[in-house]
């Protein structure tokens, strides 16, 4: 199941994925009045709201960063969608 992590003082940083960090499947910046930075992972072991965490992209793209690192602010389980038809 994919799980939205939602992080508070968040980073964007270069370098190679290092040890403990989980994959980041996305990651989604919304820069507005109130930003928010979140990461969706597949992970099963996302620690709990107040935890320090860091992501690696799942895969290299050339963005200039690789890795998102912050404190958890909340976590949210997506359901798939249904598929109508």
Do not use: N
């Not at 964007?12 to 980041?24: F, K, M, R, T």
């Not at 709990?48 to 976590?75: C, N, Q, Y």
Request: glycine share 10%; proline share 8%.
């Amino acid at each position: 199941m994919t799980v939205r992590v939602y992080l508070g003082a968040a980073r964007l940083a270069a370098g190679p994925p290092e040890p403990g960090d989980l994959p980041a499947e996305r990651v989604f910046v919304h820069a507005s009045e109130v930003p928010e930075v979140w990461v969706e992972t597949e992970s099963r072991v996302v620690p709990e709201r107040g935890r320090a965490v860091s992501f690696a992209l799942a895969r290299s793209m050339d963005l200039g960063f690789e890795r998102v690192i912050g404190t958890i602010e909340r976590k949210v389980g997506k359901r798939p969608k249904r598929a109508d038809g």
